[in-house]
C-alpha cells in the first residue's frame, strides 16, 4: 500500500469527529477552535456544528497525525504549522498558547471539482466578453495578479486561468502548501519546506522562486505572494519571464500594488521607492479583483490594466471591466476603455479569432 494511502487511512480514524464534513462536497472548510468547538463552511456560510473531540489530548493526537503526513511535528519551537491531508486539502495549525483557549486547526478542503472556463461562465464569475478579454491577455503572456480576500476564489481562478495556457508551454507552479491543480501536460510543481524542530532545512519561497528560474519555465505561477519574494517576482517579470501568474490579499487594484510594493520592501534588496514603483508598474499588466458575497458566490468586480505612473509617481489603472457589487445582479460590463495592449502584435493577432473580446484591442472601438 502506498505511503499516501496508509496516511488516508490513518487520518480517517483519527479525524473520525470531522469526517462526515471531510466527506460533505458542500461543505469547503472545517474550523476546530478547539477539541469542543467545531464550525464549517458551507455554501458560503458559517454555521457551529454539535461535533467535538472526546478530549484535547484525543484532538492533539489528531493533528499530531495530520502534520505528520508533511514530515513535521507539534513542538513548543514550531507553534505555526501549515501542512496538507492526503487528499491536497489545505491544513493550518496554532498552537496553545498562542490559540489562548487550546489549540485550534483550520482544514481548507480541496476541492475534488476543478471548474472550467465555461462553468465560471455558467455561475457568473464573468460574462462571456470578460472571459474572451482575460484568454486573450494569458495567450499574448501578460502579467497577471489575482487579488481578493480571504476564501474569495483566488485560487479556484488561478486553476482557471492556468488552463488557458497553450499545452506546450512549461509551467513551474510555486506554493507554500500545494493546492493548485493545473490540468495541463507540462507542470512542475514546487512547495516550500518549514524549519525542522533544530531550526535548519527551511526552504522558502524565494528560494524556490530563484530555483524555478533555472528550470526554463516559459511560466511561473505562485500559489499566494506575501513576503520578500515579491521582489524576485516582480525582476523576474521585467526581465524576459513574461506570464507569470500569482495571487495576493487585496481588496481593490490599487490596494493590491500598494501591498505588492510593501511585500517588494521585505526583500533584501533595497530600491528608491520611485524606483520600485516603476517596476512594479512595468512588472504587472493585469489586476483580476475578486470578492465573495454574502451568499457564497464567488464574483470577478474588475478587471484593471497597470498603466504606469502619473506625475506624481502613483499607479494610474485603467478599469477594462467593472461590476457594481451593491447590486446582487450586477454583471462585469465593459467600461468601454480600449486595452492599452491593443497595438502590440501578440494582442492584435490574438483578438482578431476571439471574437466578441475583439472590440476591447481595437484602437477606434467604440463602446457598446
Known amino acids: 500500500m502506498a505511503r499516501a494511502d496508509i496516511f488516508a487511512h490513518t487520518v480517517e480514524h483519527f479525524l473520525r469527529p470531522v ?15 478547539r477539541f469542543d468547538e467545531i464550525y464549517v463552511e458551507r455554501e458560503g456560510r458559517l454555521a ?73 461562465e455558467k455561475l457568473g464569475t464573468w460574462t462571456p466578453q470578460a472571459r474572451r478579454y482575460v484568454q486573450v491577455c494569458v495567450l499574448a503572456e501578460k502579467n497577471l495578479l489575482v487579488a481578493g480576500g480571504t476564501s474569495s476564489g483566488k485560487t479556484t481562478l488561478l486553476n482557471v486561468l492556468g488552463s488557458l495556457i497553450p499545452t506546450a508551454q512549461r509551467i513551474v507552479t510555486i506554493e507554500d502548501s500545494a493546492e493548485l491543480a493545473l490540468d495541463q501536460v507540462h507542470v512542475v510543481a514546487l512547495e516550500s519546506r518549514q524549519a ?6 527551511a526552504i522558502g519561497i524565494g528560494q524556490l522562486f530563484r530555483s524555478s528560474l533555472r528550470l526554463r519555465p516559459d511560466r511561473i505561477i505562485i500559489g499566494e505572494v506575501r ?32 501591498r505588492l510594493e510593501t511585500l517588494a520592501m521585505m526583500g533584501e534588496v533595497e530600491l528608491p521607492l520611485y524606483a520600485l514603483r516603476a517596476q512594479v508598474a512595468s512588472a504587472i499588466d493585469l489586476i483580476v479583483q475578486m470578492v465573495r458575497l454574502h451568499d457564497g458566490r464567488r464574483l470577478i468586480t474588475q478587471l484593471s490594466e497597470v498603466a504606469g505612473l502619473d506625475e506624481q509617481g502613483r499607479y494610474r ?13 450586477a454583471q462585469l460590463r465593459w467600461t468601454g476603455a480600449v486595452s492599452r495592449f491593443a497595438r502590440e502584435p501578440r494582442i492584435r493577432q490574438q483578438s482578431s479569432t476571439m471574437g466578441p473580446a475583439a472590440p476591447i484591442f481595437q484602437v477606434e472601438g467604440a463602446a457598446p
Open 196 to 201: 525542522d524542530r533544530y531550526g535548519k532545512g
Open 227 to 258: 513576503g520578500g519574494e515579491a521582489l524576485q517576482m516582480i525582476q523576474a517579470m521585467t526581465s524576459g519571464h513574461a506570464g507569470s501568474m500569482s495571487t495576493l490579499h487585496a481588496d481593490t487594484p490599487a490596494d493590491a500594488l500598494a
Open 317 to 329: 489603472l485603467v478599469d477594462i471591466f467593472v461590476s457594481d457589487v451593491a447590486d446582487a445582479a
Open 19 to 33: 469526517l462526515p464534513f471531510l466527506r460533505d462536497e458542500a461543505v469547503s472548510e472545517i474550523m476546530i477552535n
Open 48 to 120: 457551529l456544528t454539535e461535533a467535538r473531540f472526546e478530549d484535547e489530548r484525543s484532538f492533539l493526537a489528531a493533528v499530531n497525525n495530520v502534520v505528520q503526513f508533511t514530515g513535521k511535528r507539534l513542538s513548543p519551537e514550531q507553534p505555526l504549522i501549515d501542512s496538507r491531508l492526503p487528499d491536497g486539502s489545505r491544513v493550518h495549525v496554532v498552537l496553545e498558547p498562542l490559540s489562548r483557549h487550546g489549540t485550534c486547526m483550520n482544514i481548507r478542503k480541496f476541492s475534488k471539482r476543478l471548474y472550467n472556463a465555461d462553468e465560471l
